[in-house]
Antibody, heavy 117, light 109 residues
Framework: EVQLVESGGGLVKPGGSLRLSCAAS????????MNWVRQAPGKGLEWVSS????????YYADSVKGRFTISRDNAKNSLYLQMNSLRAEDTAVYYC??????????WGQGTLVIVSS | QTVVTQEPSLTVSPGGTVTLTCASS?????????ASWLQQKPGQAPRALIY???DRHSWTPARFSGSLLGGNAALTLSDVQPEDEADYYC?????????FGGGTKLTVL
């Protein structure tokens, strides 16, 4: 069974940092691209970042470029999102999602990040 | 920067048919955009329904179908059920970047 489990969310002050993790199981993690997607309270989905299976290709939304860093450890079946210089507008549920050549299929349940003083 | 536009809300009667659309600010949506559709119910994570414009996932009911319609990606729900009431999002791949539409709130009434 494919499972994606996010962790690492919490309350952080503006300007602070947080590292999210996504633990993958039930599939060959190293064969898939992965995405981070977020959803602010009461708002729609916003793509944050994606990373190819071997980390050769990495993309970011303009809203997080220069502040967030996506990475993965295929040996540990894990995806990460390092978030620095956090702002109030980064408050959201963060989801990881699996992607195979444009087929985004499985999603985790999300982890909540709140940026507030 | 690509903007993807969806109807903010639609209402359909049980048993009816409704089509949701997904338009790109850069022009016609083609198969190269790999348009996908997601369903999200309150308090739940998104669930993938359609990928690559018209392919269903193994868990997607046959009453959900994807297509290209008049330059837009489209999701058609036939024989709508009460449990289809949800938010629906399209997403497209454009130059390595993923762009989501703003979502359509579908009410079954």
């Amino acid at each position: 069974e494919v499972q994606l489990v996010e962790s690492g969310g919490g309350l952080v002050k503006p300007g602070g940092s947080l590292r999210l993790s996504c633990a993958a199981s039930g599939f060959t993690f190293s064969s898939y691209s992965m995405n981070w997607v977020r959803q602010a309270p009461g708002k729609g989905l916003e793509w944050v970042s994606s990373i190819s299976s071997s980390s050769s290709y990495i993309y970011y939304a303009d809203s997080v470029k220069g502040r967030f860093t996506i990475s993965r450890d295929n040996a540990k079946n894990s995806l990460y999102l390092q978030m620095n210089s956090l702002r109030a507008e980064d408050t959201a549920v963060y989801y990881c999602a699996r992607d195979l050549s444009g087929q985004v299929d499985y999603w985790g349940q999300g982890t909540l990040v709140i940026v507030s003083s | 920067q690509t903007v993807v536009t969806q109807e903010p809300s639609l209402t359909v009667s049980p048993g009816g048919t409704v089509t949701l659309t997904c338009a790109s600010s850069t022009g016609a949506v083609t198969t190269g955009y790999y348009a996908s559709w997601l369903q999200q119910k309150p308090g739940q994570a998104p669930r993938a329904l359609i990928y690559a414009t018209s392919d269903r996932h193994s868990w997607t009911p046959a009453r959900f179908s994807g297509s290209l319609l008049g330059g837009n990606a489209a999701l058609t729900l036939s024989d709508v059920q009460p449990e289809d009431e949800a938010d629906y999002y399209c997403l497209v791949f454009h130059g390595g970047v993923v762009v989501f539409g703003g979502g359509t709130k579908l009410t079954v009434l």
